[in-house]
């Protein structure tokens, strides 16, 4: 038994549908699926449904953007309450900033004398929660640049003419959060941060697990965040970050931590959920 526990859909920067990722992950002999769209649920009860008549087990998640030590991480909210108003209320917030982001991320291009208009992105990307690939995506589609790559590299990324930083809320504070909706909150693909120290005040802070298995990690890093991971009495978890095509192949399959993995997610979020010293009890 197999899980993949970081994929997108259309919700945000995916291609796929929620259907579409279910039918993916049984075609790659995945058991155990979680949808992790950037600042959003919204994908999770049609693919829940998919999974249920699919046979598959489902487990509800959203990749949130926090911020530790002056650097931006990724934090995967796993198994949290879909309509808990909190949360609810601050990926609205999250969503909100995105489309502002999308606005500015428009006038700085203009301003560079590239046509764009916000409306035509909008339209493009087709969700709530927008992003840097659907700005790319509408660059290729008018012609601007010819590959999404290209966008990155000339106007999107990090200190390019187009680029606009993203709102994000501290770790703690997203960990605390996604607590409070009754989840888990994993560091994701912490080998693609290259800033290592802000593991360990995130694990202070109540961070669960890191995951370790990740489409863009090397062996060795895999390696190094396994044994970062038991040091530090952390859960680990993985998942391939399938955007569907919108980053070339689809990477679903790619990854595939044993089912073992989610049953200690489970354990660890059982042990929280009884009063007494049992809750800080569980190995990692
Ligand atoms: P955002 O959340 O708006 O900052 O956009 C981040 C998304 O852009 C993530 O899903 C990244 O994986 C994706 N991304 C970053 N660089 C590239 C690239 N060169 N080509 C395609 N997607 C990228
Ligand atoms: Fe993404
Ligand atoms: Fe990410
Ligand atoms: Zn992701």
Redesign the pocket.
């Given at each position: 038994m197999f899980a993949d526990l970081h994929l997108?859909t259309h919700f945000s920067?995916g291609t796929y549908s929620p259907e579409k990722v279910v039918e993916s992950g049984r075609e790659h002999g995945l058991s155990i699926l979680a949808l992790t769209d950037?600042d959003t649920l919204e994908g999770c009860a049609r693919a829940a449904a998919a999974c249920a008549a699919a046979g598959l087990e489902f487990i509800t998640g959203a990749e949130l953007?926090a911020e530790q030590g002056g650097h931006e991480v990724h934090l995967l909210a796993y198994f949290v309450a879909t309509d808990h108003p909190r949360l609810s209320r601050e990926m609205a917030k999250f969503q909100a900033v995105?489309q502002d982001?999308i606005r500015e991320m428009v006038f700085r291009l203009n301003r560079i004398n590239i046509p764009l208009e916000a409306a035509a992105v909008f339209a493009l990307a087709n969700c709530n929660a927008?992003?840097?690939?659907h700005v790319?995506r509408a660059l290729v589609s008018a012609g601007h640049c010819r590959t999404?790559?290209e966008?990155?590299?000339r106007y999107?990324?990090k200190h390019r003419p187009a680029w606009v930083p993203?709102y994000r809320m501290s770790a703690a504070h997203a960990i605390e959060l996604v607590h409070e909706a009754g989840g888990l909150a994993v560091m994701a693909h912490p080998g693609l941060n290259r800033s290592d120290e802000v593991i360990a005040p995130m694990a202070e802070a109540g961070l669960d697990g890191l995951e370790c298995f990740h489409s863009r990690h090397s062996t060795m890093q895999m390696e190094q965040y396994l044994a970062l991971a038991e040091g530090l009495n952390l859960l680990v978890t993985g998942g391939s970050?399938c955007?569907g095509e919108?980053?070339g192949r689809p990477l679903i399959g790619s990854i595939k931590p044993p089912s073992d993995y989610v049953a200690r997610m489970k354990q660890r979020l059982a042990a929280r959920a009884r009063p007494g010293p049992a809750a800080h009890a569980t190995a990692a």
């Open positions: 997108h920067d950037h953007t995105r982001r927008p992003g840097r690939p790319a999404l790559d966008a990155f590299e999107l990324k993203k970050d955007h919108s980053k």
